[in-house]
């Protein structure tokens, strides 16, 4: 599998990640049996993944436990992204979540942590402060941030050159980072990692109509307002996505090949991409989604792909935010 080496880090990552969120169950996720989340981290290590991204969020440390139980005998070969919740961007509060993280994966170090969303409300100058000097200290070897907008890595970017990485929501059908945040991530070398890169299951071709979605599936911007866990007060536009996703069937099917894999390689054709978080609640499915590292996707599909998904990306406009309307990404 191809790496990547990260900016300003000594190490290198593979093109596809595996995203440890759903392994923890609870959430949208439902039961999960923890023999098959240790199956898929160490499915995923043997398949050739080295990058393996959590977070404190993802059941209270219960996903960098798991990472810990599973891949202990080879953490030397791996590299662990985890991140730190808005609320600990004070600077003592990030030494000591650092800590916390530090714990939670039974280590003395963190090869990448990440600041999981902006907070307005701490100076950012005070958490880029803490990054540095635990990078320093050796308590982390690089650091990134997530869900950072033009105006935050700008604002980000006058307290130090040396964020490795931009964690973003980016998908075939959710295509708004392309405006104005790809190109600023592009110009400052910020490499970025895309989650929701299967748009929870959208891009799978499981789902035909919006009424087959599941209420906790139904909460991004693509679908009404009036479904239950919505809270982006907008109409929404659930017509244009599925008539989007039946167009991506369709040019996948023209070609042979699975849309998942269709819609993972698309991503990684895409320029200021370094890595992409997939995910899989056990062994099979870890298998299935790493085939897409595999394909490789000619211009013209590239073309027909980004042709039929125009219409919707014009239609969801800028806002990078998933699910509010009112943007928390800057």
């Given at each position: 599998m191809i790496c990547i080496k990260l900016p300003h880090t000594d190490f290198e990552v593979t093109e596809i990640a595996f995203g440890a969120?759903?392994?923890?169950?609870?959430?949208?996720?439902?039961?999960?049996?923890?023999?098959d989340s240790i199956d898929a981290l160490r499915t995923a290590y043997e398949m050739g993944i080295n990058f393996f991204d959590t977070a404190e969020m993802y059941g209270s440390g219960a996903s960098e436990n798991l990472i810990d139980k599973a891949l202990k005998e080879v953490r030397e070969k791996i590299i662990i992204a985890t991140?730190?919740?808005?609320?600990?961007?004070?600077?003592?509060?990030?030494?000591?979540?650092?800590?916390e993280r530090l714990k939670a994966l039974n280590s003395d170090r963190l090869d990448l942590l990440q600041l999981h969303w902006p907070n307005p409300e701490i100076p950012i100058e005070e958490t880029m402060g803490a990054l540095v000097e635990l990078k320093k200290e050796g308590k982390i070897r690089a650091f990134g941030v997530s869900n950072f907008?033009?105006?935050?890595?700008?604002?980000?970017?006058?307290?130090?050159?040396?964020?490795?990485s931009n964690q973003l929501p980016y998908n075939l059908i959710w295509r708004a980072i392309e405006y104005e945040v790809l190109p600023e991530c592009k110009h400052r070398h910020v490499p970025i990692l895309c989650y929701s890169p299967i748009m929870q299951g959208l891009l799978t071709g499981k789902f035909t109509t919006p009424e087959e979605v599941p209420d906790d599936r139904a909460r991004t911007?693509?679908?009404s307002s009036q479904r239950p866990q919505s809270?982006?007060?907008?109409?929404?536009?659930?017509?244009?996505?599925?008539?989007?996703?039946?167009?991506?069937?369709a040019i996948a099917d023209q070609i042979g090949k699975p849309m998942v894999e269709v819609s993972i390689a698309w991503l990684m054709a895409q320029p200021a991409v370094g890595?992409?978080?997939?995910?899989?609640?056990?062994?099979?499915?870890?298998?299935?989604?790493?085939?897409?590292?595999?394909?490789?996707?000619?211009?013209?599909?590239?073309?027909?792909?980004?042709?039929?998904?125009?219409?919707?990306?014009?239609?969801?406009?800028?806002?990078?935010?998933?699910?509010?309307?009112?943007?928390?990404?800057?």
């Amino acid at each position: 599998m191809i790496c990547i080496k990260l900016p300003h880090t000594d190490f290198e990552v593979t093109e596809i990640a595996f995203g440890a969120w759903a392994i923890v169950g609870g959430f949208n996720w439902g039961h999960q049996d923890e023999k098959d989340s240790i199956d898929a981290l160490r499915t995923a290590y043997e398949m050739g993944i080295n990058f393996f991204d959590t977070a404190e969020m993802y059941g209270s440390g219960a996903s960098e436990n798991l990472i810990d139980k599973a891949l202990k005998e080879v953490r030397e070969k791996i590299i662990i992204a985890t991140k730190i919740k808005p609320a600990d961007f004070s600077f003592n509060d990030v030494k000591k979540a650092t800590e916390e993280r530090l714990k939670a994966l039974n280590s003395d170090r963190l090869d990448l942590l990440q600041l999981h969303w902006p907070n307005p409300e701490i100076p950012i100058e005070e958490t880029m402060g803490a990054l540095v000097e635990l990078k320093k200290e050796g308590k982390i070897r690089a650091f990134g941030v997530s869900n950072f907008g033009k105006n935050d890595l700008t604002e980000a970017f006058k307290y130090t050159d040396e964020i490795s990485s931009n964690q973003l929501p980016y998908n075939l059908i959710w295509r708004a980072i392309e405006y104005e945040v790809l190109p600023e991530c592009k110009h400052r070398h910020v490499p970025i990692l895309c989650y929701s890169p299967i748009m929870q299951g959208l891009l799978t071709g499981k789902f035909t109509t919006p009424e087959e979605v599941p209420d906790d599936r139904a909460r991004t911007r693509h679908f009404s307002s009036q479904r239950p866990q919505s809270r982006h007060g907008q109409e929404g536009c659930e017509k244009e996505t599925f008539e989007t996703l039946r167009q991506i069937k369709a040019i996948a099917d023209q070609i042979g090949k699975p849309m998942v894999e269709v819609s993972i390689a698309w991503l990684m054709a895409q320029p200021a991409v370094g890595s992409v978080i997939v995910g899989g609640r056990n062994a099979e499915q870890v298998k299935k989604n790493i085939k897409a590292a595999e394909l490789k996707l000619d211009d013209d599909v590239l073309a027909q792909l980004n042709k039929a998904t125009e219409p919707l990306k014009q239609k969801l406009g800028k806002n990078v935010d998933l699910w509010e309307g009112e943007s928390r990404i800057k």
